[in-house]
Each structure stands twice: as structure tokens, then as C-alpha cells.
């Protein structure tokens, strides 16, 4: 079956950097767009950073725009998420999802879009 397993969050005083990885197994990982969002309590799941099967498309939610790089490589069937200058609202638990998708160079930033997920990382930031 499909697994998603994201690693690399903790803890972090704001202005440093955190790398999120996504590992993907049960599936042919280039067939699919992958996407990052993030969750806070109380709060709806939320888009964060998204990118296309060939990688060379991806999207950014503008409070993470020039801070934030999303990658993926597909030989290792893995996603990456560069967080850097961090921020305390960057605090949340943040979810890698995957979408089936037969277009290839188009990226998605809607939860409803995603077929599958992982069971997320946390990331705090102090200030």
C-alpha cells in the first residue's frame, strides 16, 4: 500500500532553517504531484508548498514565498521542504500528500486534491 513518511521536523529558534524530507513507497513516485501543508489545532489543514511530477513546476503560499524551496527527487522517491528564516507562525504539524495526477507539469494546492498522506512532522519555532 501506498505509505508517505515525513521526517526532519523539531524544534528551532525562529531565523533558523529546517529541512522536511517525505519518503514515498507503494507507488510509482514520478507518477504523482506532491504537495506539503501544515495544521495548527483548531485550524484546517493549509497549503503550504506544492510541485509539479517532473518537479519543474511548483507553487508556494505567499507567507512562505522566498523563504520556503520545495523539491523532490524522484530516483530516491523523495520530497523535500527547505524551510529557512523560520518564523514562530511556522509553527504546526506539517503533512506531505501525493496526487495521482496523468498531467505532468501541474502542481495542486487544495487538500481535497490529494489521495494520500503522510502522518506528519512537527516543527516548532521559539522566538
Known amino acids: 500500500q501506498v505509505q508517505l513518511v515525513e521526517s526532519g521536523g523539531g524544534f528551532v529558534q525562529a531565523g533558523g532553517p529546517l529541512r522536511l524530507s517525505c519518503a514515498a513507497s507503494g507507488l510509482t513516485f514520478s507518477g504523482y504531484a506532491m504537495g506539503w501543508f501544515r495544521q495548527t489545532p483548531g485550524k484546517e489543514r493549509a497549503f503550504v508548498a506544492a510541485?509539479?511530477?517532473?518537479?519543474?513546476?511548483?507553487g508556494y503560499v505567499d507567507s512562505v514565498k522566498g523563504r520556503f524551496t520545495i523539491s523532490r527527487d524522484n530516483a530516491k522517491n523523495t520530497v523535500y521542504l527547505q524551510m529557512n528564516s523560520l518564523k514562530p507562525d511556522d509553527t504546526a504539524v506539517y503533512y506531505c500528500?501525493?496526487?495521482?495526477?496523468?498531467?505532468?507539469?501541474?502542481?495542486?494546492?487544495?487538500?481535497?486534491?490529494?489521495?494520500?498522506w503522510g502522518q506528519g512532522t512537527q516543527v516548532t519555532v521559539s522566538s
Open positions: 500528500a501525493a496526487n495521482p495526477t496523468s498531467y505532468i507539469r501541474i502542481y495542486y494546492s487544495s487538500p481535497s486534491e490529494y489521495d494520500y
Open positions: 510541485i509539479s511530477r517532473d518537479g519543474g513546476v511548483t
